[in-house]
């Protein structure tokens, strides 16, 4: 059996500060093989971008504490040192940031940034830097590319921007990308050729592709794999048609029942009551009780165990069985 590309076990990120702490991931567990995309969705404070850049360790070491164990590409990414880690990071995994913008550099041109990316990782000369800018900017259909290979990031529009963000990722072709909400400041036509140029991409290289979204319908055209994230945890993980035609878990089918997407005409549109939870101050149990229709006693008093629920699919709720029904009535027709 062929080793994942990603494999993650037990991922916890704890905040620190002088007055409180708050655990932003909790236990988190997945894997990616080689050429497969996993959707990680959820509202906003779900832990989403806290666990992306965990996988990195692009997350400030005074006040994060990270437990657990990424292994990506046969390191385990936790006890690399600073050497080895720089060296990982643009060579074996790229990330693409929700907001180009803040992430590019406004002092220096879109293809100096992409060339110094490359002279650093792969020894290039100058001008074999410049002419690898050129053609990833081709790569991502940037128009009339030699323009735009000494534009600064404040001269191109924000589709721009973001295709030169995925081509400065793709600079030393990484066997992962992280996509972190890349399509979230994005009008709907510009967000659908981003996506189209990720699946391309990544069908042509064959990487594997983690991206955070809390756009279901996102979720739907670009995943393998989807895992479900609530204050933290994992509630729901499995193959992205089962876990979206097919919830099991309250918050899954609460997300599907509050989108407008694939809902009948005549069917009111069911929002999820109440508001995520504070992260340094999580209730005992299940942190979904205090807005969960189907919650109970038990499920307030111990967090509920993880449960397999179908092959490679997997949920942590007490009452998926008292849930079921409502699953078929939440899943897009």
Do not use: W
């Not at 997350?59 to 690399?80: H, Q």
């Not at 720089?86 to 879109?110: C, H, K, W, Y």
């Not at 990722?169 to 981003?194: F, G, R």
């Amino acid at each position: 059996m062929t080793a994942p590309l990603l494999d993650v076990r037990g991922l916890t990120v704890r905040f620190h500060s002088r007055r409180s702490s708050a655990t932003a991931v909790d236990d988190v567990s997945f894997s990616l093989a080689a050429g497969e995309v996993l959707c990680i969705i959820g509202e906003s404070g779900s832990g989403k971008s806290v666990t992306m850049r965990a996988l990195m360790r692009l997350l400030p070491e005074r006040r994060a504490e990270i437990s657990g164990r990424i292994g990506l590409d046969g390191n385990d990414v936790l006890s690399l040192g600073d050497r080895a880690l720089n060296a990982l990071r643009g060579d074996t995994v790229s990330m693409v940031f929700q907001e180009p913008m803040t992430a590019l550099d406004p002092v220096f041109t879109i293809g100096d940034q992409i060339a110094e990316t490359v002279r650093r990782h792969r020894g290039a000369s100058r001008a074999e830097a410049e002419a690898r800018a050129l053609e990833l900017l081709k790569l991502v259909r940037i128009p009339s590319p030699e323009r735009r290979l000494r534009a600064y990031p404040h001269e191109l529009s924000g589709g721009l921007r973001q295709r030169a963000m995925i081509a400065l990722a793709l600079s030393c072709q990484p066997k992962l990308l992280l996509a972190d909400e890349p399509t979230t400041a994005l009008d709907a036509t510009v967000q659908i050729q981003v996506l189209v140029l990720l699946k391309r991409l990544q069908a042509e290289i064959g990487m594997g592709i983690v991206f955070v979204t809390h756009d279901l319908g996102v979720a739907a055209q670009i995943a393998d794999k989807v895992a479900v994230m609530y204050a933290g945890r994992i509630v729901e993980y499995g193959p992205a048609r089962d876990v979206l035609l097919d919830p099991r878990h309250p918050y899954t089918i609460g997300m599907l029942s509050s989108t407008v997407r694939g809902q009948p005409r005549d069917r009111d549109i069911e929002a999820i009551p109440g508001s995520p939870p504070d992260l340094a101050a999580l209730p005992p149990g299940c942190a979904f009780a205090p807005r969960c229709r189907f919650a109970v006693d038990a499920c307030r008093a111990a967090l509920p165990p993880v449960e397999e629920v179908g092959p490679g699919r997997s949920a942590r709720c007490a009452r998926l069985a008292a849930a079921r029904p409502a699953a078929a009535a939440a899943a897009p027709a």
